[in-house]
């Protein structure tokens, strides 16, 4: 079974801060991570290969240079292949062109049974590239999900839902996005880092590799442009309230009170 | 490239009206209240379009929330929602019909479904907008979202391409109001759709908490975090919750210790809420927590520590141990009137 896992390197959101003066994101020191939810589905990928001997994973990411770091992340989890996907002309792109370059190297790379992707990447945040991917390969997809039993190429899924989830049967090929419900991403081990760099390879595909035009990626291709960004006002000074816990908190229902919120 | 279109071929702003088990989705008629502004903004007329089985009682209910027309696609194989027959109907009658704005609420079902029909119908797509205006100047639709977790916020738009789509998130915009008498057309949809076409089958739908429902609804959100130390914490918020005839919320840190369930997570991997009082609880204030709150009325937090980043976006706050605080806020709240009018004699 041939199992494809799209990655992405992103800035760790949980501290990326706002510089106060100028107002924009400060991304110098702060570290990239291998993406939450891939990491999800990274794990569910690695699963199949615990469960089954013919299982082959690739990942696959495209950025730039530095994102080969977490490739070899992922082959120390347990990867077989990475494609590190590289090149000025992928630049910029929204989801459209991205999922666009994505999915010409699935197509070059030939076949698969699974892709997984996760089911947002948190910068980002848009959650469309794995949906797209699939409708450009032309196969079905189940998004959100939290567990899968494969039987051949038959799939019962669970796929989660605000208030539940939902049971889905479906055939390969397909593509899945996880989310963290999927499986707690594993560790690398010590042999599996030393490998990552002596036994397994990083093959670095730029642009002429695809096949495509180049005008089916990149800025040039996204039908979405970001027209302005800013970051969101801070709320106006509240009150805080003094006095004993009983002088506060009656303080504040007489507050309360008085505005007719209660 | 995808292809630039001749966008003056393309009018009016639908609205998907997101249906499970024959119940229409409270985000779709807030996207009706949202669709009415961008309709008449842009001097359109202001659709629906639905998918399900047995549809007639919600194409009704879609027209009493302001949709001047409804598209409509009945069928069996459209009763549960599936990427695929959903992708194959909707996409269809974009094409056919030509709408110059689709958009879609950003639940379980819209994320899945919108991207798939802005690859097939070759469009652009702007995810979990929480706010959507025209251009004066191009008429065209400025849609702004949250990105890196709430850091930035970001206005995209859709250049050549049509229609313009966004997907919205649900519990911002304002619900449309509902009007019996108001007229409407129901149109049916030519539905060429076969059961080959759909690759996968719902087999079944289980429904865990019905808590969520109640999130989005209520008045009065008590959310409790990780500085409830332990489970039986959420007991506590329960009682001041039923007192103010709320329900509880809860941070992440709390789902992932396994305290409560997740369907009570508030923020950007949980749900957005909207509130009138929300009582954050034993929370620190994360930015990923913040995103999900930050638009209720009043913000009331208690915390321990008085530099905790919840105070920022508090209309009051307590510094104490809600141990403390919640109990002795139960009490002045059945002292209530009393409190008021000791205040007015003296
Ligand atoms: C502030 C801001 C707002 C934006 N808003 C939009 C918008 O509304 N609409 C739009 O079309 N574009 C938008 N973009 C552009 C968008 O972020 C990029 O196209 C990005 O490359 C992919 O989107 P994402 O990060 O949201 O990924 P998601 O769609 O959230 O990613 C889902 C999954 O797809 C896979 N994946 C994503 N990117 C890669 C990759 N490079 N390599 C391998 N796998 C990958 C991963 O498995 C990932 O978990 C925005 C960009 C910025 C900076
Ligand atoms: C991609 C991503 C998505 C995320 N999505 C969400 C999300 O949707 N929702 C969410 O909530 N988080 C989310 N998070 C997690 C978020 O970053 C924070 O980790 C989380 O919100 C912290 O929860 P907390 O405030 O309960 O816990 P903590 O940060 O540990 O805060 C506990 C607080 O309790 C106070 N305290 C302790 N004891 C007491 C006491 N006895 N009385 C009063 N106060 C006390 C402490 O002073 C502290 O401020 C996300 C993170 C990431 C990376």
Redesign the interface.
């Known amino acids: 079974m041939k199992v494809i896992v799209c990655v992405k390197q992103v800035?760790d959101?949980?501290e990326?801060?706002?510089d106060p003066v100028k107002g924009t994101?400060i991304r110098e020191g702060v570290p990239s991570i291998l993406n939450p939810d891939d990491a999800n589905a990274l794990e569910g990928a690695l699963a199949l290969k615990d469960k089954y001997d013919d299982v082959n994973v690739t990942v696959l990411t495209m950025g730039p240079p530095q994102a080969e770091d977490m490739l070899r992340e992922c082959l120390a989890m347990g990867a077989d292949d990475a494609i590190h996907l590289s090149g000025r002309e992928f630049a910029g792109g929204?989801?459209?062109a991205t999922?666009n370059a994505i999915a010409a190297a699935i197509n070059k790379m030939g076949d698969y049974d699974i892709i997984f992707a996760g089911r947002q990447a948190?910068?980002?945040?848009?959650?469309?590239?794995?949906?797209?991917i699939?409708?450009?390969l032309g196969i079905?997809?189940?998004?959100?999900v939290q567990n899968f039993e494969i039987d051949g190429n038959e799939l019962k899924i669970q796929?989660?839902?605000?208030?539940?989830?939902?049971?889905?049967?479906?055939?390969t090929p397909i593509l899945l996005t996880a989310i963290k419900e999927l499986g707690e991403p594993r560790y690398m081990t010590v042999k599996g880092i030393y490998d990552s760099f002596r036994e397994k390879e990083i093959k670095v595909w730029g642009f002429d590799h695809l096949g495509i035009?180049n005008?089916?990626v990149g800025l040039?291709?996204?039908?979405?442009?970001?027209?302005?960004?800013?970051?969101?006002q801070?709320?106006g000074q509240?009150?805080?309230?003094e006095g004993s816990?009983?002088e506060?908190?009656?303080k504040?229902?007489?507050?309360?009170?008085?505005?007719h919120?209660? | 490239?995808?292809i630039v279109k001749d966008l003056s071929s393309y009018k009016n702003v639908w609205v998907f009206a997101e249906q499970r088990q024959g119940k229409i989705m409270p985000v779709s008629i807030e996207l009706l209240g949202e669709g009415r502004k961008l309709a008449t903004e842009t001097g359109s007329e202001l659709c629906a379009i639905l998918l399900g089985y047995n549809t007639e009682d919600m194409a009704k209910e879609l027209i009493a929330y302001g949709a001047d027309k409804v598209y409509v696609a009945d069928n069996a194989l459209l009763e549960?929602f599936t990427?695929?027959a959903y992708?194959k109907v909707i996409s269809d009658a974009i094409y056919e019909v030509k709408p110059e704005i689709v958009l879609m609420g950003a639940?379980?079902?819209g994320?899945?479904l919108?991207?798939?029909v802005?690859?097939?119908v070759?469009?652009?797509?702007?995810?979990?907008c929480t706010q959507l205006e025209i251009d004066p100047e191009d008429k065209k639709i400025?849609q702004t979202?949250?990105?890196?977790?709430?850091?930035?916020?970001?206005?995209?738009?859709?250049?050549?391409?049509r229609p313009q789509m966004s997907t919205v998130r649900p519990g911002v915009m304002s619900k449309a109001e509902m009007d019996e008498s108001r007229k409407g057309e129901v149109i049916a949809l030519d539905i060429k759709l076969a059961k080959e076409d759909v690759?996968?089958?719902?087999?079944?739908?289980?429904?865990?908490?019905?808590e969520?429902?109640s999130l989005t609804d209520a008045d009065v959100i008590v959310a409790g975090g990780k500085g409830l130390g332990k489970a039986e914490g959420f007991e506590l918020l329960k009682q001041l919750a039923d007192k103010?005839g709320g329900v509880v919320g809860a941070s992440r840190a709390t789902v992932d210790e396994g305290w409560i369930d997740h369907?009570h997570q508030v923020g950007?991997t949980g749900?957005t809420v909207k509130p009138?009082?929300y009582i954050a609880c034993g929370i620190s204030g994360?930015?990923?927590h913040i995103a999900g709150m930050?638009s209720s009325?009043?913000?009331?937090a208690i915390n321990k520590n008085?530099s905790a980043p919840i105070?920022?976006?508090?209309?009051?706050?307590?510094?104490?141990d809600l141990y403390?605080?919640v109990p002795?806020?139960m009490?002045?709240?059945d002292?209530?009137?009393d409190?008021?009018n000791a205040?007015k004699t003296a």
């Open positions: 800035p959101t949980n990326v801060k706002i994101l929204d989801t459209w999922s948190i910068d980002g945040d848009t959650a469309q590239v794995g949906p797209q699939a409708e450009r079905s997809q189940v998004t959100y796929r989660q839902l605000e208030d539940g989830y939902e049971v889905i049967n479906a055939k035009e005008d089916q040039k291709a996204s039908p979405t442009r970001v027209h302005k960004s800013f970051v969101p801070p709320k509240g009150v805080m309230l816990v009983q506060m908190t009656e504040l229902v007489v507050a309360l009170k008085q505005k919120l209660i | 490239m995808p549960n990427t695929d992708t639940t379980h079902i994320r899945d919108a991207p798939r802005a690859a097939r070759d469009t652009g797509l702007t995810a979990d400025l979202r949250p990105a890196f977790g709430g850091n930035i916020m970001a206005t995209i738009v859709c250049q050549g391409h690759r996968t089958e719902v087999v079944e739908i289980v429904k865990e908490a019905k969520l429902v103010m369907s950007q749900t009138t009082i994360a930015i990923q930050q009325d009043i913000i009331i008085a105070f920022d976006v508090a209309d009051y706050g307590i510094v104490g403390e605080v002795k806020l009490e002045a709240l002292k209530g009137e409190l008021v205040l």
